[in-house]
């Protein structure tokens, strides 16, 4: 068997969707997955993130309304090592620093701080920041929490639902909200990508890529496709390492879009093969989209001079993917 090289995010009956928990995947020698089964048995186990601890695997229950820890025990599986009920519902992003995990969640729009151990434990919920606000569009009639990202001694908090992003600093492990950046209406805020030490934010809601600093202030603004389509969601934001083309799913017309970062231009969208692109990620040169409606994976070679994905290989059958996560 081929080693484990991503690890599946999914949806389950609690969401709807027909997976068991996390899935395994490997690399072939043309570039695409292969679908190895379940890893770890949980629920609804939508987004993923790599701990600092070695072997560790962070996931929410999106369904249940919590987090849960994994340590990877083998070459194919993981063993469960608790979670924690979070302070909202439907978390929905994850991100991890060597003390503290950061949660955001969508329902309601808070973000939770848990303490982690030295083992990658997850501590008892520490403290929670609500947001407030709403926007124009269906999706905005509250509040709805859906990133974070870490940059230094600062955490930004993307609210989809208001149209903002918060600022944090860390003090003594406590976030300490310090300021918040203000996008157009119906903008939408969902992901953060950095790439060569710059921030990007996607709008999931208009189709637009910020630029940003870290007190989230807007340096560059653009579009990820030129034709966006009605009732197009973006979802995962995905950026070269050296900062020349940027990659984003959008779900509706399920497209992969591709642009320029350095004047935040689309330069083509392409189709991903499947139906409701959740999210992708880059692998050198290959980029990988986890299809959550038509349940498949599908692989694209990307040119190196116009960064427009080639599809390679078929789609690869997987229930419900909604989360790649390189492994670690």
């Known amino acids: 068997m081929r080693p484990v090289t991503h690890w599946i995010g999914s949806y389950t009956a609690s969401m709807g969707g027909d997976a068991l928990g996390i899935g395994a995947a490997a690399t ?6 292969e679908f190895l089964g379940l890893a770890a048995e949980t629920s609804s186990p939508s987004f993923l ?3 600092v601890v070695p072997g560790i695997v962070y996931s929410t229950d999106e369904g249940s309304g919590r987090v849960e820890a994994f340590r990877r025990v083998d ?3 993981m063993a469960a ?3 924690r009920a979070v302070s909202g519902g439907s978390p929905c992003h994850l991100s991890v620093t060597p003390t503290h995990l950061y949660v955001s969640n969508y329902r309601d729009g808070s973000v939770d701080v848990f303490p982690l151990d030295a083992d990658g434990r997850i501590g008892e919920l520490a403290q929670t920041l609500q947001g407030s606000g709403s926007g124009p569009a269906e999706d905005q009639g509250g509040p709805h929490a859906h990133a974070t990202h870490v940059v ?6 993307a609210d989809l639902g208001a149209d903002r992003v918060h600022v944090h600093r860390v003090r003594d ?12 209406a119906g903008t939408g805020p969902r992901d953060f990508a950095d790439s060569a030490g710059r921030i990007y934010l996607l709008g999931e809601l208009d189709g637009g890529i910020y630029r940003i600093d870290d007190t989230a202030q807007t340096i560059a603004s653009g579009r990820v496709v030129a034709d966006w389509a009605a009732g197009d969601h973006a979802a995962a934001l995905a950026i070269d390492e050296d900062g020349t083309f940027g990659y984003a799913g959008l779900r509706g017309s399920n497209r992969v879009a591709v642009l320029r970062i350095e004047d935040l231009s689309p330069v083509a969208a392409v189709s991903t093969g499947g ?10 040169g290959v980029l990988h989209v986890a299809n959550q409606l038509s349940s498949t994976l599908t692989s694209f070679r990307l040119e190196p001079h116009t960064g427009i994905p080639r599809p390679i290989g078929r789609p690869e059958s997987v229930p419900s993917p909604t989360y790649l996560l390189p492994v670690r």
Do not use: K, Q, Y
Request: net charge negative; glycine share 24%.
């Open 81 to 83: 090592l608790g979670g």
């Open 28 to 33: 072939r020698e043309d570039g695409t997955l």
């Open 275 to 284: 139906s409701w692109p959740r999210h992708l990620v880059r692998d050198g």
């Open 75 to 77: 070459e194919f599986g």
């Open 152 to 157: 230094g001694s600062t955490v930004l908090s």
């Open 173 to 184: 492990g406590a976030l300490e909200r310090i300021g918040t950046g203000a996008f157009p």
């Open 49 to 51: 993130a790599n701990g």
